[in-house]
């Protein structure tokens, strides 16, 4: 659906210290030789999806959207449980621990984070099952 994602960042060594690790638990790979004060994760153009983080283009200060979030899929709660633990381990603030929702069905599992930089993260299995978590 999408070719690539771009957050702004005003601190690049910040902002990797904290996607870093969230995407390679994710299972992505860092990019490599996309320049000064880029960093990015994923595929290239002709391969898949990439996110980029960079300073903004019109060399505003960066922020966040308000209302906007980045979902991620899980590949089960537990999985949803070390993703929120790898965003607050590395500088990222609580915004919902994991667990269910009375607003959701009760099969969406989900934990939401805010980066160092202020923007929204969920991490979603949607086919949980209380019976098969063992955490």
């Not at 490599?32 to 960079?54: E, I, P, R």
């Not at 019109?58 to 929120?84: I, K």
């Not at 381990?89 to 915004?95: K, L, P």
């Amino acid at each position: 659906m999408l070719l690539y994602t771009t957050i702004g960042t005003d601190n690049i060594d910040r902002a990797t210290a904290f996607w870093g690790p969230i995407m390679a638990s994710l299972g992505h790979d860092p990019m490599t030789d996309l320049g000064a004060g880029w960093a990015g994760w994923g595929k290239d153009y002709d391969g898949g999806f990439g996110f980029y983080l960079c300073p903004p283009f019109d060399g505003q200060p960066a922020s966040a959207g308000n209302g906007g979030t980045f979902a991620f899929p899980a590949r089960d709660a537990a999985h949803v449980r070390e993703l929120y633990a790898l965003a607050l381990a590395n500088g990222g603030r609580d915004e919902g621990a994991p667990g269910t929702r009375d607003y959701y069905s009760p099969d969406f599992y989900v934990a939401y984070a805010r980066s160092p930089d202020g923007h929204k993260l969920a991490f979603v299995f949607h086919h949980y099952d209380p019976g098969q978590d063992h955490g």
